[in-house]
């Protein structure tokens, strides 16, 4: 089945430290790669949009300067999460889609990401 | 608007029994899929089931079945022969339009636990 890589798995790091996520789409092309947040005991919520050759479309609420997107090809979208604070310490997953309608989307792992 | 309901925050059931978790949705767009996705304490997101709103016959998959009433706007997770590797989290998820490129949206999730 459709496998989507999530890197890294854990990051641990100081305060105002710049991190970025990568997630790669490993045997097929995504185009549109989503960007979740996820607390603990809640639900996914969704970051932004991530388009393959444009600007990403941020969920209203989302800081667009705060978490960078790139998604310079069709099997590779980055999360930069700028200036990282202890608010910013989350759970974070991707995900992406086959192009077919009815395709589901498949998830990365997941990032666990602690700010000090 | 809620779009995705799940009302029960956590169940538990005895090993080898069926367990039915809820699952409500409200569209406008007669064009949608629904989606049930199991979260280990891992963290990854496990595809289960998909449901498409023209679907003629309830989707299964192995001891998953999604019970569609689209009168009601209800897709209910059956899982039958509940084991001890089922506990996790659950999240029903819908998409509008059938494009993989839109967005899911996630409910709030059900905690279930399988009891030995």
């Known amino acids: 089945g459709a496998v989507v890589s999530q890197h890294p798995s854990w990051v641990i790091c100081k305060s105002g430290t710049s991190v970025k996520i990568e997630c790669r789409s490993l045997d097929f092309q995504a185009t549109t790669m989503f960007w979740y947040r996820q607390f603990p005991k809640q639900s996914l919520m969704l970051m932004a949009t991530?388009?393959?050759?444009?600007?990403?479309?941020?969920e209203q609420g989302v800081e667009k300067d705060k978490f960078l997107i790139n998604h310079a090809s069709l099997t590779l979208s980055t999360l930069t999460v700028t200036s990282a604070h202890p608010e910013d310490s989350s759970f974070y997953i991707c995900s992406a889609s086959g192009r077919g309608g009815g395709q589901p989307q498949h998830f990365g792992d997941g990032t666990r990401l602690s700010i000090l | 608007a809620q779009k995705i309901t799940q009302t029960q925050p956590g169940m538990f059931v005895q090993e080898k029994e069926a367990v039915t978790l809820d699952c409500t949705y409200d569209t406008s767009d007669p064009s949608y899929g629904l989606f049930w996705y199991k979260q280990p304490s891992s963290g990854e997101m496990i595809f289960l089931i998909y449901q498409g709103s023209y679907d003629q016959q309830n989707a299964t998959e192995g001891r998953y079945s999604l019970n569609f009433q689209k009168a009601r706007k209800s897709a209910n997770l059956v899982i039958s022969a509940s084991q001890l590797g089922d506990s996790a989290m659950y999240f029903c998820?819908?998409?509008?339009?059938?494009?993989?490129?839109?967005?899911?949206?996630f409910g709030q999730g059900t905690r279930l636990t399988i009891n030995p």
């Open positions: 998820a819908m998409r509008e339009g059938f494009q993989g490129a839109q967005k899911l949206v």
């Open positions: 991530s388009n393959e050759g444009s600007k990403a479309t941020y």
